[in-house]
């Protein structure tokens, strides 16, 4: 093989890696994208969300009943993802992963759609859902209670 061919190869390479692990701002995915959702199911009561992983905090947002807040990211292709959030209902609080490897199985990986998660914050507890559901819906999972 020639120098020139071998340059060109060596070229080509580097630039698919490059494009390969940089992030850009227009989340195109390379391997699965996930938009995690809230929602607050607790009439005249704002719950402040607060989510972060290792290497972002995403800030405070308070959501109000019937309206929620959503954010996307692109899946590693290794799957180890992780956000957790706090969550402040009046006087009572939740801290629980949002988003991890578990919560990807119960969704399920679709590489070619976004992957949609959704929370339903009510006054009993938090649920998770891969669909958007009435807030009544027994589809609903339940994960856990307020402290």
């Not at 959501?63 to 590693?76: A, K, L, M, R």
């Amino acid at each position: 093989m020639s120098i020139f061919v071998t340059k060109k190869l060596f070229s080509v390479f580097i630039i698919l890696t490059c494009l390969l692990i940089t992030p850009t701002q227009s989340r195109y995915c390379y391997y699965y994208e996930f938009t995690v959702n809230f929602y607050d199911g607790v009439q005249d009561s704002p719950i402040d969300v607060h989510v972060k992983s290792k290497d972002d905090d995403l800030g405070h947002h308070t959501i109000t009943y019937d309206h929620g807040w959503p954010f996307g990211f692109c899946e590693q292709f290794f799957e180890r993802t992780l956000f957790w959030g706090d969550f402040t209902l009046g006087s009572q609080f939740a801290h629980f992963n949002v988003f991890d490897k578990e919560i990807a199985n119960i969704i399920g990986w679709n590489i070619s759609a976004n992957n949609m998660v959704h929370w339903l914050l009510k006054q009993d507890g938090y649920y998770l859902s891969k669909e958007l559901l009435p807030y009544d819906d027994p589809g609903w999972m339940f994960r856990g209670h307020w402290q």
